[in-house]
T-cell receptor, first 112, second 118 residues
Framework: GQQVMQIPQYQHVQEGEDFTTYCNSS?????IQWYKQRPGGHPVFLIQ?????EVKKQKRLTFQFGEAKKNSSLHITATQTTDVGTYFC????????????FGTGTRLLVSP | GAVVSQHPSRVICKSGTSVKIECRSL??????MFWYRQFPKQSLMLMAT?????????EQGVEKDKFLINHASLTLSTLTVTSAHPEDSSFYIC??????????????FGPGTRLTVT
């Protein structure tokens, strides 16, 4: 079945260090979304990428959609303690255009 | 804008009882709402899709008689866990897509309900 994997599963960085999470889909995606879930909280939408090779930036966050539209990455420059949480990528399901399949997630811990 | 609420935020119930969880879109209409289940340190697993005015569609492996979904209006969907057992203990999250969103797949999530069955 359709799978979306993320690596690493977990990363612990010192505040100020950079962080990158990679998302790989078993199928081509029409778009990819990224969500952040703080500990004990719910997923919050960050961004959606649609075009092949697209790069979008939100302050210290840089999102990229692969040329083949099967992978994506999220890079955080100079992490802060407020970046702590789990980052999920998500793409449309093959069955049901409104449904999303979520990646396995990358849990980020930032030490001050 | 695009706020989704869930009630209750936490519930503890005894094995064999039923629990109802409400999901409301507060400032938009949602023809479609989704119910997810999340175990600790794991990803979100879609349980079912709730469509206003029609029956919910369930993902493979999800018992429709155990997880009853009703989407009575464009702003409210409910999930009832019937005859709950300890293995049903989990974090249940709903999400909604605003009506007329077109090709945007963005979903707005509720704060979640933590269910503990004793």
């Amino acid at each position: 079945g359709q799978q979306v994997m993320q690596i690493p599963q977990y990363q612990h960085v010192q505040e100020g260090e950079d962080f990158t999470t990679y998302c790989n889909s078993s199928t081509t995606l029409s778009n990819i979304q990224w969500y952040k879930q703080r500990p004990g909280g719910h997923p919050v939408f960050l961004i959606q990428l649609v075009k092949s090779g697209e790069v979008k930036k939100q302050k210290r966050l840089t999102f990229q959609f692969g040329e083949a539209k099967k992978n994506s990455s999220l890079h955080i420059t100079a992490t802060q303690t407020t970046d702590v949480g789990t980052y999920f990528c998500a793409g449309p399901r093959n069955t049901g255009f409104q449904k999303l399949v979520f990646g396995t997630g990358t849990r980020l811990l930032v030490s001050p | 804008g695009a706020v989704v609420s869930q009630h209750p935020s936490r519930v503890i119930c005894k094995s064999g009882t039923s629990v109802k969880i409400e999901c409301r879109s507060l400032d938009f209409q949602a023809t479609t709402m989704f119910w997810y289940r999340q175990f600790p340190k794991q990803s979100l697993m879609l349980m079912a899709t709730s469509n206003e005015g029609s029956k919910a569609t369930y993902e493979q492996g999800v018992e429709k008689d155990k997880f009853l979904i009703n989407h009575a209006s464009l702003t409210l969907s409910t999930l009832t866990v019937t005859s709950a057992h300890p293995e049903d203990s989990s974090f249940y999250i709903c999400s909604a897509r605003p009506r007329g969103q077109g090709l945007t797949y963005e979903q707005y999530f509720g704060p979640g309900t933590r269910l503990t069955v004793t």
